[in-house]
């Protein structure tokens, strides 16, 4: 009972301005492919994939520079950030598409400005929204995370208010890559992971006295999470979960509460890692390719004290984003693992096998242009964004 009046009290502004769309339903005036719908899902306008594969796309419209895309809980109205520091939202049910207003002013340069969006665990009660950017520091520029609280209203915009930094990379660079800084809650809600990107210093992320090169685990506010592997050995070690890993774009949960970590190599090996309390990597001490120069890195060995990847890419496959697969329109996928690739402009189908430490690629599915991330939406198909300017929202539904 609570919860249905919550429900209806959380969400009337986006059902109120859904029923004034154009494009809603029986009352639309045009019956052109793009306004006309399926199952309740816009059909989009159609999009030729380079290769045959077991799916079609459809695009849902252009962003600039989307970075990341996230589902609203129980209206399945998506949010995407666009890197420059806007966000946006679209609803496939109705068409209808507006912005997002109180996002923080972030350092827009190289690989850095807005990044990811995860909507809390308590979200239906708490309307709370988590992001991460770019935050210029100086000349120096670091990853924040900060929550604050979505509200909608019925003139297609959004607003964040009481937009408040929780957490942040505890060392600033002047360099403007391997932010990493993507967002994933444990399946309990319980807990907030951030992956921390080594923001091109590479040797930080072997040293603990910052959390440049780690994953950390975290309290819903921000604070270090307890029973962490080196609680007690003061900020920000308290907060530290992993080390010693490079860029992580790829970063999800597998339906067995498996934490993976898909991070960018440098020329070559490219890792997917299960994501282990107080485990090391061996970034930047081991990789399994080299220094962009030519230079060696020692490849993964046995013996070499680090944690090895459960699978690894050379040439690599450079990510983007990632998310298993949890759903029933794709049936044969389910718990697989599905990679969005910005240089290899593929979508990688991969198995996992967490007891084993191990993965295997099974399918990879060729795209027209490079893909920045991926989602599985409540009906179950599978949605992507392009990347850069006038990046494509898609929609991939069984062939
Ligand atoms: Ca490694
Ligand atoms: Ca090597």
Redesign the pocket.
Known sequence: MRTTILAASIWPAIALASCNSAATGDSAPTATASAATTAGVQAGEPVELPSPAPFTAASHGTFDEPWALAFEPGTGVIFLTEKPGTMAFYDPATGRRGTVTGMPEVAYEGQGGLGAIAFAPDYADSRTIYLSWAKQVGEDTKAVVGRGVLACDAADTCEVEGLTEIWEQTRTGPRRGHYSHRIQFSPDGQYLFVSSGDRQEQDPAQDLSNNLGTVVRLNLDGTPAAGNPFAGQGSPRDQIWSY???NMLGFDFDPQGNLWAL?HGPRG?D?L?LVLPGHN???PV???GDNYSGSDIPD?TEDDG????AI?WNPVIAPGGMSFYTGDMFGDWQGQLLVANLGTMSIARITTDAAANSADEVARYQFPRRLRDIAVAPDGAIWVIEDGPEGRLLRLTPA
């Open positions: 010693g890993q490079r991070e090996g890792e890692n990597y061996g970034w081991r990789s399994n993964h680090f944690t090895k990847p690894w």
